[in-house]
């Protein structure tokens, strides 16, 4: 029997676990493919796949594994676009900026003089964050001229994308942030990530309750999920003090364990219907 849904992971999660128990409880053909042992033939009619939901948490494994499937004709969850886009802080900046999402004030710095330059001008405190990265990895908070020349100096012996030097206000706001879970243009749920620390990435500790989805909230993360060209996004927002809410960061491969887990909604199950209602 040919698959409806291909479930695409290079590792198991809570969440590619849950994906193929909705599917067994809702009857749907679930595939799962580990993308470690997947050779794709470019040149050949691609195998039914159905819909592919793309689970990599390997960024340039996502990205090309994605694109190789869509080249030879496949339907993928989400599109090499949202790839692209999503994964980059800088080009998801940029496309919120277009799209009319407020977003933080950013600086983007070509070198390490050109930072310290521009920190200079603007003033301390600024967050500066690797363009491609996940779960607030290399993240620092740069109070003063001496931590930036620490950290920038040290980015300079890096790979490339590092030496790529993107500088974000420090927002001041409440000690917590917004995991909003979009599925289609509707926000399924939505969780406050809070912490004692100013990052509240629940891989660094950050607590989870629910978070009441409002109408400037869904508006704001449908232009968001739009900008990004995204169908499945779980967008972060931020509650400053002085602009209200912001987007700072749209999730191509997002999680939503701690999200179903507080807020009781199944959104493996929301997923599924999703991908076979586009499917058709």
Not at 251 to 259: F, I
Request: hydrophobic share 40%; with cysteine; glycine share 6%.
């Amino acid at each position: 029997m040919n698959p409806d849904v291909t479930i695409l992971y290079d590792t198991i999660r809570w969440e590619e676990k849950a994906l193929l128990e909705a599917g067994k409880k809702k009857n749907i053909n679930i595939q799962m493919v580990d993308c470690k042992k997947l050779a794709i033939d470019l040149e050949k009619k691609p195998e039914d796949y159905g819909v592919v939901i793309q689970r990599c948490v390997s960024y340039y494994r996502n990205l090309h594994s994605t694109a190789a499937l869509e080249g030879i004709g496949v339907k993928v969850i989400n599109c090499l676009n949202t790839g692209v886009f999503a994964g980059n802080k800088l080009f998801t900046h940029m496309l919120l900026k277009k799209f009319g999402v407020p977003t933080p004030d950013a600086t983007v710095a070509f070198s390490k003089d050109a930072a310290l330059e521009a920190l200079d001008s603007q003033g301390y405190p600024k967050v500066i964050k690797p363009t491609v990265g996940s779960w607030g990895r290399l993240i620092s908070k740069l109070n003063d001229r001496d931590a930036a020349e620490g950290i920038i100096e040290s980015r300079e012996n890096m790979y490339p994308i590092y030496q790529v030097h993107y500088l974000e206000e420090f927002v001041k706001r409440p000690p917590r942030d917004i995991r909003a879970i979009m599925v289609g243009d509707k926000i399924v749920a939505a969780i406050y990530r809070s912490s004692k620390h100013w990052k509240t990435n629940m891989a660094l500790g950050g607590t989870a309750e629910p978070c009441k989805v409002t109408q400037e909230m869904e508006e704001m993360c449908i232009k968001a999920k739009h900008a990004i060209e995204g169908d499945i996004v779980g967008v972060d927002l931020m509650e400053s003090n002085e602009k209200g809410l912001v987007v700072h960061e749209v999730n191509n491969t997002t999680e939503y364990k701690n999200t179903v887990r507080v807020c009781d909604v199944d959104i493996p199950s929301l997923m599924l219907d999703y991908a076979l209602k586009i499917k058709k």
